[in-house]
């Protein structure tokens, strides 16, 4: 069983199109995550969710909306998508925001 | 704004033990040493972390300092699957609040070689 599962694992989509990425943790975990990889490997947090409310946003555009419709859910709805966006998204959760955090394995999303 | 700081690339012998240095100089009381690694097209993988005590699990140890400025993550027997880029980070202890987040460096290239 995967803990953190993300879907899809491939996203090739257009400019301008609206795609969603989502999230499931089976855990039982409190606090959730978004980080994004791009392609110098950098890995930086997006968002974090602790018991379905935001706590972190890193000064991400507005184009990027999580969502979380419960604890085990973390979904990332991204409008209007341009070719900088390309880039591995990975979800993570920790037990609570100061506990361990597990990654997922990642969603590979290309914008064309 | 990573506070470690690592050796971009090491290379090890499979089978000896691949040590991996890591130095957070300013590193505070309340902060703890983090260790992750990422293979190839896969997602970050937790190691293990430490406060002030070296630390030991089924995949590593964790040597640090006294004076805590430093730390070595030890792999006892490296193989190929070890092959991966390794990061140190330091991550305030505790929970609540925003504070609490992983801030990766570049983290340290290990290659095991046959």
């Known amino acids: 069983d995967t803990a953190v599962s993300q879907t899809p694992k491939y996203l090739v989509t257009q400019m301008g199109n609206d795609k969603s990425i989502k999230c499931e943790q089976n855990?039982?975990?409190?606090?959730m995550y978004w980080y994004k990889q791009d392609s110098k490997k950098f890995l930086k947090i997006m968002f974090s969710?602790?018991?379905?409310?935001?706590?972190i946003n890193e000064t991400v555009p507005n184009r990027f909306s999580p969502k979380s419709p419960d604890k085990a859910h973390l979904n990332l709805h991204i409008n209007s998508l341009e070719l900088g966006d390309s880039a591995v998204y990975f979800c993570?959760?920790?037990?609570?925001?100061?506990?361990?955090?597990?990654f997922g394995e990642g969603s590979w999303l290309t914008v064309v | 704004d990573a506070k470690t700081t690592q050796p971009t690339s090491m290379d090890c012998a499979e089978g000896r033990a691949a040590n991996l240095p890591c130095n957070h100089s300013?590193?505070?009381?309340?902060?703890?040493v983090y260790w992750y690694r990422q293979i190839h097209s896969q997602g970050p993988q937790y190691i293990i972390h430490?406060?002030?005590n070296n630390e030991t699990n089924e995949m590593a140890s964790l040597i640090i300092t006294e004076d805590r400025k430093s730390s070595t993550l030890i792999l006892p027997h490296a193989t190929l699957r070890d092959t991966a880029v390794y990061y140190c980070?330091?991550?305030?202890?505790?929970?609540?609040?925003?504070?609490?987040?992983?801030?990766f460096g570049k983290g340290t290239l290990l290659t095991v070689n046959p």
């Open positions: 855990l039982g975990h409190d606090t």
């Open positions: 430490g406060l002030k």
């Open positions: 300013t590193i505070s009381g309340n902060e703890y």
């Open positions: 993570a959760s920790s037990q609570d925001t100061g506990s361990t955090i597990y």
């Open positions: 969710y602790n018991n379905k409310e935001l706590i």
């Open positions: 980070i330091v991550r305030v202890a505790g929970s609540g609040g925003s504070n609490y987040k992983l801030t």
